[in-house]
């Protein structure tokens, strides 16, 4: 969800991403990679190539109108799951 | 790791997709590490942070819906193969139980289907399978007898019989879960058939083709039966056939290429012997050929064999060709060398003599076999020399040589004379055989008559007068 949240905001590429993720989660560099994989093959991302003069051509990462769908579902299913586990803290303390 | 390595090591593992894709990630990961370098981070630590690269190849192929075991399975080493036996086990031991549930179904299903033409089918593919495990039993009563008598020599300190037993009960052992997997494998097979409906014809085909090629080998027979069947793909039986492929391969070492290494050892001893020969000057070149075509034929059947078990390779002929080809020459060679040989019917010039003689007095008749009589008038009346020669070798020779009388033993009976004697022989040792003497003779090739050793020649000296008291 966090990827799909990122790169909902700007297009990026690969290390840019890692960057921004790394920001809330503690994450291996090793799994992003193949997430955006996956996410791209089940075609919730597109991506194309950038010419760049201070190298090889970038790959950038670019939400689809379905990985869109996916991404306001997921916030949707993390804030139910949010607020649950809030309900039960507060249960808990008032013990 | 080093950037270059870790990308050719990841685009291996990836060979199982597509070039496109393939450079598609590798150019990713290639980025990222440069960003990263870009960034401060050392090449190792950015490689590093991408963690395991097995788990790493697992991930992006799952991206693909592929089952990551799937390039795994090719690699199998040592090791692994006791990892894939006890899993072949207990996948063994599932599939029978399953197998008989599944029998059981089949039957309640397929009750109304039992015509009499699918009964006899039955019944024939059972009297094959049986006739098929008799003559299974061969080999393996083979290696099982071979294999103990050699155990029992060789374990004489523990208990020679413990050594064998243990032997025979393992064979035993093999050969019972063989026959067992084999059943299933093809009860399986058979079942599956009854559910898709087979039509006659497949009864005629089988039968005939197990006819044919009852003694060819245990695999050729279970890829006949899969052949042999429908239209219908029959799902294959992945565990089982695992198991029974790498039992045949087990028992395909054993009975076949141990035997061959050992017949190549042979040959190859045969070949330094041979070389050994002609540097002493015996020109036993056709030998030396047809050790040499023994062993790259044999060569050639080992390997062969070894790579049809762990995995197709394509298979030379030229070996076999030029084995040929040398067996021809090498034994023309040969069969002339040893035409060579000439048969001389007495005992070689150098051989060693020594003579006896006695000289003895008699007024009757006396029986003397003698070779050879010489009237000597100079000798006395009733006095008659014998002179006994005999010949010898270093290592077999004649002790207590005597020329003796002997009375007559019965009433119408002459004297006679004897020379008696012991035989004493060097003791035979090994070194004898390689030594100069024996490498003369195969250079010479001549062969003489050594049974003339025992012979005695006997000339006998008498008078005029006394010649006639001599008997033959």
């Not at chain 1, 090889?56 to 306001?72: A, D, F, N, W």
């Not at chain 2, 040893?338 to 009757?364: A, R």
Request: aromatic share 12%.
């Amino acid at each position: 969800m966090i990827v799909l949240l990122a790169v909902s905001n700007r297009d990026m590429y690969g290390y840019e991403l890692i960057e921004e993720v790394s920001k809330v989660v503690d994450i291996n560099d090793g799994t992003i990679y193949p997430l955006l994989k996956r996410l791209t093959n089940e075609k919730y991302f597109d991506t194309y190539l950038v010419e760049s003069n201070e190298g090889p051509s970038r790959k950038y990462y670019h939400i689809t109108s379905l990985g869109q769908e996916k991404l306001v579902e997921a916030i949707e299913v993390w804030k139910v799951f949010a607020k649950s586990v809030n309900k039960f803290i507060k249960e808990s303390e008032k013990k | 790791m080093m950037k270059d390595k870790f990308l050719k090591e990841l685009e291996k593992k990836l060979s199982i997709l597509t070039e496109l894709e393939k450079k598609d990630i590798i150019d990713e990961y290639r980025d990222i590490i440069e960003e990263k370098i870009k960034h401060g981070k050392t090449e190792e630590e950015a490689v590093k942070e991408f963690g395991n690269i097995d788990k790493l190849t697992d991930e992006i192929l799952s991206a693909y819906k592929i089952n990551p075991e799937f390039n795994k399975k090719k690699e199998s080493s040592a090791s692994d193969f006791v990892g894939e036996c006890e899993d072949f086990i207990k996948k063994g031991a599932n599939k029978l139980a399953e197998v008989t549930e599944e029998i059981v179904d089949n039957f309640k299903k397929n009750g109304k289907d039992f015509t009499l033409e699918s009964v006899f089918e039955l019944v024939l593919k059972v009297i094959i399978f049986l006739l098929f495990l008799a003559v299974l039993r061969i080999p393996f009563a083979i290696v099982a007898s071979l294999g103990s008598s050699l155990f029992d020599s060789s374990f004489i300190f523990i208990g020679s019989g413990v050594g064998g037993f243990i032997w025979k009960l393992l064979t035993e052992i093999i050969y019972i879960v063989v026959c067992i997997l084999l059943f299933v494998v093809i009860v399986k097979k058979w079942t599956d058939n009854k559910v898709s409906n087979q039509s006659n014809v497949e009864k005629a085909e089988p039968v005939a083709k197990k006819k044919e090629t009852k003694t060819s080998t245990t695999d050729e027979i279970i890829n006949e039966k899969k052949d042999s069947k429908t239209n219908k793909k029959v799902p294959t039986n992945h565990a089982s056939s695992q198991i029974i492929t790498t039992l045949l391969r087990i028992f395909i070492i054993f009975v076949m290429v141990i035997p061959l290494v050992f017949v190549y050892i042979a040959a190859l001893s045969g070949l330094i012997i041979s070389i050994y020969l002609i540097f002493k000057g015996v020109y036993v070149v056709g030998i030396l050929l047809l050790c040499i075509s023994a062993c790259i034929f044999l060569g050639a059947l080992i390997d062969i064999l070894s790579s049809k078990l762990f995995n197709g390779k394509r298979i030379r002929i030229y070996p076999f060709i030029i084995s040929f080809i040398l067996f021809v020459i090498g034994s023309l060679l040969t069969v002339e060398y040893f035409l060579g040989f000439t048969y001389y019917n007495k005992l070689p010039e150098d051989v060693l003599s020594e003579t006896i003689e006695k000289t003895i007095e008699t007024n009757e008749a006396i029986v003397i076999d003698y070779d050879k009589i010489v009237i000597d008038n100079t000798m006395e009346n009733n006095k008659i020399k014998v002179e006994a020669r005999y010949y010898y070798l270093e290592e077999y020779y004649y002790e207590n040589i005597e020329i003796n009388t002997f009375e007559p033993d019965c009433d119408n009976c002459y004297k006679h004379l004897v020379v008696d004697y012991d035989r004493a022989y060097q003791k035979f040792n090994l070194k004898e055989l390689f030594t100069d003497k024996f490498v003369e003779i195969l250079k010479e090739q001549k062969i003489y008559n050594y049974e003339k050793l025992n012979d005695i020649d006997i000339t006998i000296y008498v008078n005029e007068n006394t010649k006639d008291l001599v008997k033959d």
